[in-house]
Structure formats: C-alpha cells, structure tokens
C-alpha cells in the first residue's frame, strides 16, 4: 500500500461531495419545478417541446401509467437505435463507408444503449458510422440517464408525498432531466475535455508514417477471415512489418462527457478510456471518475432534501461511500501484489525508484495504461463498476484473481453503492426498505421508512427487485457455460474463463457494461442472451421500483415517535451496509468460489 | 432476419406491461 492510494481517494471524495452538495439541492429544485434563472431561459423550449409532443405537463400518473410510458418510450428508443445501425451504409456522416451492423449485433447494441448498459460486443472505430455513434448510441446516452433520473424521482415522490395516487408525469420528468441537468453537465464536460485534448471533428481516419517500422506478430488469417492452424491444431503465426498506422477519428468529446455524467461507459474507441483521444491526461482522469459519481452523489442529497429531511440522503449517501472506500483499496492492493508466477521465474518485480522515472511499478502492471499507473486505474475500476458506467481505463481482464473480484463483486451487489444515474439510488432505497423490514422484525415492530408503513405488497415488489439481477445472472452463466455456443466464445479454459461468463452476465444483468475481455461474445448466442439479460435486468427492477412508489404515495405519513427506528444515524447506515454486503454475499459467493477464488489459490499453489 | 430480432423486442415490451399488470393484481391497484 502506497501514500497515493490515500491521497488520491481523499482529493477525490473531497471534491466529489463539493459538487454534489450545491447538485443534489439543484436537481431537487428542477424536479419540483421550481425555477432558477438559468432554467426560466430554457421555459419555452420546455413549452415547445411538450406542445409538439401533445404532452400536458400539468397532468400528473399514476404508477402503471408512468411505468407504461417508460417502457413505450425505451421500446421505441430500440427501434430507432436498431434501425440506424441497419441502414447506416446508406446514410449520411459515414466516411469510412462502414457496412451495415449485423441483425444480432445491432439488436444487443441498441438494447444495450437504451437500457444503460453500453456493453459492447463490437469495436467501435472499425463498426459505427458517426451518424449511428451521434444520433443512435450518444443520444441514447442522454435517454437512459434521464429515464434513470426520472425513475428515481418518481421513487422519492412515494415517500415524501402522502395520500396520493400520482407519482408525476413521466414526460415532464424526462424532459426537465435532458435539458436541465444532463445537457448542461455534458455540455460542461465535454468542453473540459476539449481542451485536456480529446477530438471532436467528422474527419476521415488519417494515416501517418510511423517514426520507425514496426514489427509485430499474429495469426494468420485464410480468405475467409478464419485462423490458419498446422497439424497439431495450433494456430500459425505470421509475422509483418508496417511503417504506417490509421488513426481514427469523430466527435469523441461530445459522446465522451454524457458517456461519463450518464454513467453509460459505451467507448467511442474499442480501448475505451484507455485511449489517448477519450482519456488524454491524468486530469482528464481525475474529471473522468469524478463525472461517473457526480450525479449518483447528488441525487441522494436530492432524496434528502426532497422528502424534507436532508440526514436521510447523507445516510444513504455514507453507507455508499464506506463501502466504495473499502473496495478502492481492497482492489489496489490486489493489484499492488506481485505477480507469484513472475517471481517464480525468477523476474524482479520490487518497486524501482532509484532512477528518475519509475522503471517497475512494484505490483501488476499488465493491462494497464503507463500514463495511469496502478492506483488511478484500481480507483477507476472501482468507481466504473460501483456506480453502473462501465466504461474503463485499463483492461479488467488482466487485474489479479482478488483485484478482478472487487469490480465483479461490486456490480453484482446491484450497482447500488453510487450506481447508474437514477439507478443507483433507486436501488439503495430497496435495501433501505428490506433493512427496516428486518429490523422491524427483529424488534416486532411493523416496519416503517420515513413515516411510510412497510406493507405486504411493498415486500413482494422489493423481493422482486432484489432476485430479478441474481437468477438472470446466475442463470445465464449456467447456460452459457453448458450449451456448446457459450462455450465457443470462452477464450481462457478453466476458472478464469468462467469467471469471464460470470462477469458478462453480472454486467449486463446490472447494466454496467464493462467487460473481461477475453469472451468472444460478439456471436448470436451470446449477443441474444446478453440482450435478454440486459432488458429485463434494467425493465424488471424499473417496474417493481415505480409500483412501490405509487404504493407508498397512496400511504398517510406517520408521526415519528419515541419507537420508530431512526434511519438517519449510525446505526441504520451499518444495518444498511449489512443489508447489502450480506443479500450480495449470499447469492454469489459460490459462484465467485468457482471463479476467481480458485483462480487465486490455482495461482499460489504455482499452477 | 430483421423481421425476429423486431418481434424480439416487441415481446420483450409486451412481456414486461404483462408484469406490470402482474405487480397491480398483487395489490398495487389498492
């Protein structure tokens, strides 16, 4: 463990509640419809755009109809994203010519897009058209954040209205989040970038010379595009030389930002935040990580300030923090350790600090960009799969057993410690819910969450969104490590190549959207079950969320008395935590067992 | 082949409202 490890997550924190604080009181405001000066500026566009919708902005929902209007809106988001990559060969902003996406590829990106996810089974530079990455994926980047957000607000509102059968207008919820909060955030953001050196333009990839020729190897490939192999089966190796190389180009910056603030994490690049035109600079870095968890931040303090009590959003907010905290490092001095295998053929892996630049970083560098090193990637990787985002600066694939558990693991907690935009919180309000059921039955009291009694039908929908994630997860993987086509696309044999499987159902269930990448997943079988997994691991927890709003909205608000439990203090936020880490730990730890443990301990044992 | 993968995510909507209305009958409409 190194001092930079502390600093860095201090300067971080710092900063991230500085914004968040002024952010969450800001949202809170929008969405009550209060007015600010900046807002009274964008009024009649707000107008416009509900005039050309047929939209009354002035008639409110009630849960079903607010749930219906956001699954008819994400399904026509589909079928727009669907029909872009399709037709993209024929469309305008596509220098490159690319062709076509294939029917299973485009049906898992457009799903993908729409639910948050962003998983991306193709390389973005060599597969979309700009208009597909602008019109299609960047504007659906905008859409899931603000059904997320608009989700979330409706949620808020069960708790701190009271006897009422509305919940809000979706439409109005969507469009204040679009154009008051993630507009101007990405606008912000993007411009930032702009000048740390990401690209923006709509130029055609440039080829340059190289400085010296290169020399590489890989497999050689027959006309069909197929793997050359020799008798034994393995595959032959060529090797070539070039002395040039294509960059490719497009309007990175602006898709960057709200793939950042929109915690959608969907590269405009293969290499994601890897790559010097998404992710040029250490501070480019820092702003990066700070815009994955500005909005989730907030939107807790919303909740506070929105249901009257601001300590209810900082204990969310705390338990949140804590265990994102304990992640951070356990993920860093994973990935601090040396590799056993390394020193076992005798290579030096001690920190080497004699000379003017660090010539050995002391731990697991594989995978990792130089420019980042190990403690700004562990904490990336940290907060790219705490909250729901996805995207990532260095490869997850090559972290160790242990440092590759702590993302697995925090995804498949629920994206629940910051997570998506909306999500996240959303999410934690289940936990919340499920912790003062427990606690009421420990102390046979009925259970209540901020004056708002816990009812039989309020458990049913909690229980449905808690177990949603794990079967899809869980069942998922089981069939894909059984059925031959799952099996095709596992890479690395053995405990890593399950947890692979592991990881990409856990992602897409959650809608995180990272990946380890040695699956091949861009295959029918595995583009189709990711989409299923993807659709209703967003879909089936939306919809328990909106029916517990209206349930808790039609409910009185009970005074808080000497015998209610007090869930702004201490000891609510560790019976939340507890609620999480356990519900979490129970439902995978054997699968986890079956995968990076063994890996692990495979490692030590010297195989 | 565009034709499957349009009824897919039709069905996929179409199966999440039934949820919907399967979450009402289990007393959200109370």
Not at chain 1, 128 to 138: D, E, F, I, R, V
Not at chain 1, 360 to 383: D, L, P
């Amino acid at each position: 463990m190194n001092a930079s490890i502390y600093f860095q997550l201090a300067l971080f924190l710092a900063v991230l509640m500085l914004c968040a604080w002024p952010l969450g009181s800001y949202i809170a405001n929008i969405m009550s419809g209060e007015g600010y000066r900046f807002v009274r500026l964008f009024k009649p566009a707000e107008r416009w755009i509900y005039r050309l919708c047929g939209v009354d902005p002035e008639i409110e929902m009630g849960w079903k109809q607010y749930a219906f209007a956001v699954i008819l809106f994400n399904l026509l988001g589909v079928l727009m994203v669907y029909a872009l990559q399709r037709l993209q060969a024929d469309l305008p902003f596509n220098p490159q010519a690319m062709a076509a996406v294939t029917p299973d590829s485009s049906f898992n990106t457009a799903i993908s897009f729409v639910t948050n996810t962003n998983w991306q089974g193709y390389t973005g530079e060599a597969t979309m058209s700009y208009l597909t990455q602008m019109l299609g994926l960047a504007v659906q980047n905008f859409f899931s954040a603000a059904t997320g957000l608009a989700v979330v607000i409706a949620m808020i509102r069960g708790f701190a209205r009271h006897s009422a059968t509305t919940i809000g207008n979706f439409w109005v919820d969507f469009t204040r989040s679009v154009l008051y909060v993630l507009l101007p955030l990405a606008l912000l953001i993007a411009v930032f970038f702009m000048g740390q050196g990401v690209i923006q333009n709509f130029d055609a990839y440039k080829t340059v010379t190289l400085i010296e020729p290169l020399t590489y190897t890989q497999p050689k490939l027959d006309a069909a595009g197929a793997p050359v192999v020799d008798a034994a089966g393995v595959a032959v190796q060529e090797t070539l030389t070039t002395t040039t190389q294509t960059l490719p180009m497009g309007p990175v910056a602006s898709q960057e930002a709200i793939k950042m603030v929109g915690t959608n994490g969907g590269g405009f690049f293969n290499a994601n935040s890897a790559h010097p035109y998404e992710n040029p600079t250490p501070l480019a870095n820092f702003v990066q990580i700070l815009a994955i968890f500005l909005i989730p931040a907030a939107l807790c303090l919303t909740f506070g300030k929105m249901v009257g009590d601001a300590r209810q959003g900082w204990a969310v907010l705390s338990a949140m923090t804590l265990i994102f905290v304990v992640m951070a490092f356990l993920a860093n001095a994973a990935e601090m350790q040396a590799n056993p295998a390394l020193a076992g053929m005798g290579l030096d892996q001690t920190p080497n600090l004699s000379q003017s630049h660090l010539l050995q970083a002391g731990g697991n560098m594989e995978g990792k960009e130089t420019r980042f090193g190990i403690v700004a990637t562990s904490i990336f990787a940290t907060v790219t799969t705490a909250a729901s985002c996805g995207a990532v600066n260095g490869m997850h694939d090559s972290f160790t057993a242990l440092g590759g558990m702590v993302p697995l693991w925090l995804i498949q907690l629920g994206e629940v410690v910051f997570g998506g935009v909306g999500s996240g919180l959303y999410g934690m309000l289940i936990f919340a819910i499920l912790a003062v059921f427990i606690a009421g039955l420990m102390i046979g009291r009925t259970p209540e969450y901020l004056g708002k009694k816990i009812e039989a039908f309020d458990m049913k929908m909690v229980s449905l969104a808690i177990l949603v994630g794990p079967f899809l997860v869980l069942v998922g993987t089981a069939i894909a490590v059984m059925v031959t086509d799952g099996k095709a696309g596992i890479l690395n044999p053995g405990a890593h190549g399950f947890s692979e499987v592991l990881y990409a159902f856990s992602s897409a269930v959650n809608n995180n959207g990272s990946a380890f990448a040695g699956l091949s997943a861009n295959t029918p079988f595995y583009n189709i079950m990711l989409a299923i997994a993807m659709w209703f691991g967003r879909f089936l927890i939306i919809v328990p969320v909106l029916a517990i709003a209206g349930s808790l909205a039609r409910k009185k608000r009970l005074a808080t008395t000497s015998g209610s439990l007090p869930t702004h203090g201490p000891l609510f936020v560790v019976l939340l935590i507890g609620c999480v880490i356990i519900v979490g730990a129970l439902t995978y730890i054997p699968a986890l067992a079956l995968g990076p443990v063994i890996e692990h301990l495979s490692l030590h044992a010297g195989n | 082949m565009d034709l499957i993968y349009l009824t897919g995510i039709i069905l996929f909507a179409a199966l999440t409202l039934l949820i919907i209305k399967g979450c009402s009958r289990l007393g959200g409409d109370l």
